[in-house]
């Protein structure tokens, strides 16, 4: 299943590569794209009514295989762990591809299905998913007791400074909904993918470049602070559609890596 799905990834791929995925995308229930009857045996794939037709050299159609998982257009699924990559930062996905593909994160599956595209390849990906516009749905219900709650918005909101953890807000943007070009949003992701990629910063499983702002901050967080960060972000409404802002209202209080062009703090610059 997944060689097929890494075969749709690169650039080129031939008619039946297509057609053994498209197999494949429809009994998933993830995509449908039509293609000539003279290529495919009449009972073996039934196309969708609302299947739209998609240009087999489109990137909308070398990407279905990121769609298996990420759900329709990178809009996500309701499983509740696979995040949503549509409308993200174009810089934060390139940062995340390159991550993946080069072992900064551990995935098995992103690894070897990415492994061999270039870093401009990655890019394009990424610019294909970031220009997508499309609406998020409403927040589930909350997860977590009010006080979990409450202690969440505070470290989300105030950040906690006898610990030195910054306020989420203060780098990821006042509507939690990131920063272009490469700082995502907060909002609109799965309770049980915050708490794993928060976890897999504590323990070290999840990397970025130096200096890893993110590990540091991770690293102070008790599990019942993860818990309840994760439990506030899953249960806020995205504001403005989701867009991330151009620019934060003053200096990320902290260095990270990858994020270059934001203003650092004079303290922190040091």
């Avoid at 087999?56 to 499983?79: F, I, N, Q, Y």
């Avoid at 249960?235 to 062009?261: D, F, H």
């Amino acid at each position: 299943m997944t060689d097929c799905l890494r075969s749709l990834l690169r650039p080129v791929f031939s008619l039946p590569a297509a057609t053994a995925l498209l197999a494949l995308a429809l009994s998933a229930g993830a995509v449908a794209q039509t293609v000539p009857a003279s290529a495919t045996p009449a009972t073996s794939v039934a196309t969708a009514s609302t299947a739209a037709t998609v240009p087999v050299s489109s990137m909308s159609s070398r990407v279905l295989a990121c769609t298996a998982c990420h759900g329709k257009e990178g809009r996500a699924t309701p499983d509740g762990y696979f995040p949503r990559i549509a409308g993200k930062p174009a810089g934060y996905l390139a940062n995340q591809l390159l991550n993946f593909r080069d072992g900064r994160r551990s995935y098995p599956q992103m690894g070897y299905l990415i492994e061999h595209l270039t870093d401009d390849y990655l890019r394009e990906m990424a610019e294909h998913f970031a220009a997508l516009d499309l609406p998020y749905p409403p927040p589930p219900a909350p997860q977590a007791p009010a006080a979990a709650l409450e202690q969440g918005r505070q470290l989300v909101q105030q950040g906690d400074a006898a610990r030195r953890i910054p306020a989420c807000v203060a780098c990821h943007g006042a509507a939690m909904t990131g920063v272009a070009p490469s700082i995502p949003g907060l909002l609109g992701l799965p309770r049980d993918y915050l708490n794993s990629q928060l976890g897999a910063w504590k323990t070290g499983q999840r990397r970025a470049h130096v200096p890893d702002c993110m590990a540091d901050i991770a690293r102070q967080l008790t599990p019942d602070d993860v818990s309840a960060v994760s439990a506030w972000l899953a249960a806020q409404p995205v504001a403005a559609g989701g867009k991330p802002a151009r620019t934060l209202p003053a200096a990320m209080p902290a260095r990270c890596g990858g994020v270059a062009e934001v203003p650092v703090a004079a303290a922190a610059a040091r």
